[in-house]
T-cell receptor, first 114, second 114 residues
Framework: NAGVMQNPRHLVRRRGQEARLRCSPM?????VYWYRQLPEEGLKFMVY????????ESGMPKERFSAEFPKEGPSILRIQQVVRGDSAAYFC????????????FGPGTRLTVT | AQKITQTQPGMFVQEKEAVTLDCTYD???????LFWYKQPSSGEMIFLIY??????QNATEGRYSLNFQKARKSANLVISASQLGDSAMYFC???????????FGTGTRLQVFP
């Protein structure tokens, strides 16, 4: 049973470009969470999605960031017009239901903005 | 507001000794969960142990145990018989049962020396 998959593992973007981060949850999991880890800090919650629904986006920056989890395919975290401050590790976690103690993390995507 | 505090930025322990990593939390909600994660230098988040607020006994998982003191709002992680491979960042986290997002502390960097 494959774990949570994230790709790419490393992403380099120039300022002003768009970054797309993908997360495929574990088989049978319908809930996805995105977290951001700035250098030398803990993880910060960004958004919680179920299939085709955003449940909680209280941690998402108001501009340039968006997330989706379509009926088919992976969850996508999109960052438009990236800035250097967006450089971070972005982790996705999935769970089979609305129980956070069953969240399983992916390996993360390390975004570097040059 | 909910908050996790880890006051030890770094800890050293000799191989085969036990070590305690401190974690205190703040919430007024009676229902919550407490977690510990390990993040080695490779960057992935590895789930170690979980404690529910209503659990009567302290959680244990192999060499890991969680010293849950509800009145003090502390959830310290005890690692027994430390191994060199235990060197990593350790994050304490919390979730409330009416939400699903994990709230992380700032982490403790543990170094195990021979």
């Amino acid at each position: 049973n494959a774990g949570v998959m994230q790709n790419p593992r490393h992403l380099v973007r120039r300022r002003g470009q768009e970054a797309r981060l993908r997360c495929s949850p574990m088989k049978g999991h319908s809930h996805v969470y995105w977290y951001r880890q700035l250098p030398e800090e803990g993880l910060k919650f960004m958004v919680y999605l179920q299939k085709e629904n955003i449940i909680d986006e209280s941690g998402m920056p108001k501009e340039r960031f968006s997330a989706e989890f379509p009926k088919e395919g992976p969850s996508i975290l999109r960052i438009q017009q990236v800035v250097r401050g967006d450089s971070a590790a972005y982790f996705c976690a999935s769970s089979p239901g609305d129980r956070a103690h069953e969240q399983y993390f992916g390996p993360g995507t390390r975004l570097t903005v040059t | 507001a909910q908050k996790i505090t880890q006051t030890q930025p770094g800890m050293f322990v000799q191989e085969k000794e036990a070590v305690t990593l401190d974690c205190t939390y703040d919430t007024s909600d009676p229902s919550y969960g407490l977690f510990w994660y390990k993040q080695p230098s490779s960057g992935e988040m590895i789930f170690l142990i979980y404690q529910g607020s209503y659990d009567q006994q302290n959680a244990t998982e192999g060499r890991y145990s969680l010293n849950f003191q509800k009145a003090r709002k502390s959830a310290n992680l005890v690692i027994s018989a430390s191994q060199l491979g235990d060197s990593a960042m350790y994050f304490c986290a919390m979730t409330l049962y009416n939400t699903d997002k994990l709230i992380f502390g700032t982490g403790t960097r543990l170094q195990v020396f021979p």
